[in-house]
């Protein structure tokens, strides 16, 4: 488990939303897309580092 990877997922989620959400205030249609793409992303950098924590569980149980 990297905590600097999950460390970087967790800021660029915040930062997706508060881009999400400022574009509700703004009204601009691709800050509103730019932000959920960023919390995709960091969505996904969770989820590679849940398959590498399990795939080192799975190793360290073999041996």
Do not use: C, W, Y
Request: glycine fraction near 4%.
């Amino acid at each position: 488990m990297s905590l600097e990877e999950r460390a970087k997922a967790v800021a660029k989620n915040v930062e997706g939303k508060v881009q999400e959400a400022l574009s509700d205030i703004t009204g601009d249609p691709k800050d509103k897309v730019e932000g959920q793409a960023k919390q995709d992303q960091a969505a996904a950098i969770h989820t590679k580092e849940d398959i590498k924590d399990k795939a080192k569980d799975i190793v360290d149980k073999s041996f």
